[in-house]
């Protein structure tokens, strides 16, 4: 699904302030309000009473959910730094949502367990209470997190590198972005090059599961289409 960056700010934004106003300012010490009382100017001592829903919070929560164990690890690794990196420098900047800071935590999705990887994300959203998650890595924990997790607890996913065309047709409340093109590109693409180099019979091997038959579909049908 491509989605411009500014639609997944706003419903970022819309998301984390429906899911505030809904909670008390008499919330246990774990609330997530709470936790950014020392930032919140107002709350000195002999300070006025006001209503948590108008306080701004400082301090946003991502969870990094990739497959640092499995098949795919060796490309979990450099993913999630890429993506605490880029946390570390909006936090820096001062930019984002009025000065917000943005912290993360890590948690693994397996890539192949798709019953851990929304157990993975269910964890982080109870535990950490965090606003939005960066994951899956592999398309089958990817669609298990968003189907599992992400749609019924109203939190955002993005994925980096989940290429299934499935993606682009499950129905998700505008909750899931990603960043890498559809396996339906990338199967008409590749029968191009083939179509280029006048080959004109293919076999294939493919991996079974949602990654590897959704990109094996696509450039057997683009290679017969052609």
Same mark, same amino acid.
């Given at each position: 699904k491509s989605k411009n960056t500014k639609n997944f700010q706003q419903s970022f934004i819309m998301k984390r302030n429906k899911k505030f106003k809904s909670r008390s300012r008499d919330d246990n010490k774990n609330s997530p309000f709470e936790d950014r009382k020392k930032f919140c100017p107002f709350s000195q001592k002999n300070s006025p009473i006001i209503d948590y829903k108008d306080v701004k919070l400082l301090n946003r929560y991502i969870s990094v959910v990739l497959g640092f164990t499995g098949p795919a690890e060796s490309l979990a690794e450099s993913m999630a730094r890429g993506a605490e990196l880029a946390m570390k420098e909006v936090s820096a900047s001062k930019l984002l949502l009025d000065s917000a800071t943005v912290s993360h935590v890590r948690a693994d999705s397996t890539c192949v367990d @798709?019953?851990? *990887? /929304?157990?993975? @994300?269910? $964890?982080?959203?109870?535990?950490? !209470?965090?606003? /939005?998650?960066?994951?899956?890595?592999?398309?089958?924990?990817?669609?298990?997190?968003?189907?599992?997790? *992400?749609? +019924? !607890?109203?939190?955002?996913?993005?994925? +980096?590198?989940?290429?299934? +065309?499935?993606?682009? =047709?499950?129905?998700?409340?505008d909750l899931f972005? $990603?960043?890498? +093109?559809?396996?339906? $590109?990338? #199967?008409?693409?590749?029968?191009?090059?083939?179509?280029?180099? #006048?080959?004109?019979?293919? /076999?294939?091997?493919? =991996?079974?599961?949602?990654?590897? !038959? #959704?990109?094996?579909?696509?450039?057997?049908?683009?290679?017969e289409a052609a």
């Open positions: @798709a019953s851990a *990887a /929304a157990a993975a @994300a269910e $964890r982080v959203i109870a535990s950490d !209470k965090v606003d /939005a998650i960066i994951g899956a890595l592999c398309s089958g924990a990817t669609i298990s997190i968003l189907q599992n997790v *992400a749609m +019924p !607890k109203g939190v955002l996913l993005f994925s +980096p590198s989940a290429t299934s +065309p499935a993606l682009s =047709t499950l129905e998700d409340n972005f $990603r960043a890498s +093109p559809s396996d339906a $590109r990338q #199967g008409q693409v590749i029968s191009e090059v083939l179509q280029e180099k #006048g080959i004109q019979s293919i /076999a294939m091997t493919y =991996t079974n599961n949602d990654y590897g !038959k #959704g990109l094996a579909d696509s450039i057997q049908s683009n290679f």
